[in-house]
């Protein structure tokens, strides 16, 4: 198991990153160039860097992706191609299943429609230390999950 973290917009890389070295899992952030940082100094990160250009991190962490990794993305259409094959969680620390995904794409694409009509839709708040806190929970119960059932 690994965790792969799209890199480009997650504000909770350290958190899990931390989470990642209690149980010693390696971590793969996935981040455009444009993004450039030198590597972290820790042995369990990776930092895998792609071209500029839409959802060329969303093609390299699909390619990545192994069955029973842990994937952390704010993008929906990625999460509905990883379903299938690892377990797919938000920063916000609700993780994705396959009987609301249909949902949470089709509330994207009716914001989509109305951002095109020039009709502006509410932004996310702001990330508060409470949200990274709950997030790290999450997270570690879900790798508690995964662990619990391989051992069976």
Do not use: W
Request: glycine content about 6%.
């Amino acid at each position: 198991m690994k965790i792969l973290i799209d890199g480009d917009g997650s504000p909770v890389k350290q958190e899990a990153i931390s989470v990642a070295m209690l149980y010693d899992i390696p971590v793969v952030i996935v981040t455009s160039i444009a993004h450039y940082t030198s590597q972290p100094d820790n042995p369990l990160v990776t930092i895998h860097y792609v071209e500029k250009g839409p959802d060329s991190a969303d093609y390299e962490i699909f390619k990545l992706t192994n069955k029973g990794d842990v994937v952390i993305t704010q993008d929906y259409g990625l999460a509905s191609l990883l379903l299938n094959k690892a377990y797919v969680i938000h920063h916000n620390g609700k993780e994705y299943h396959k009987n609301s995904i249909d949902t949470l794409l089709t509330q994207r694409f009716l914001s989509q429609k109305e951002r095109l009509k020039g009709h502006h839709t509410k932004g996310p708040r702001q990330f508060t230390q409470k949200d990274r806190d709950y997030f790290t929970n999450q997270l570690n119960q879900l790798i508690e999950c995964i662990l619990l059932t391989n051992k069976q």
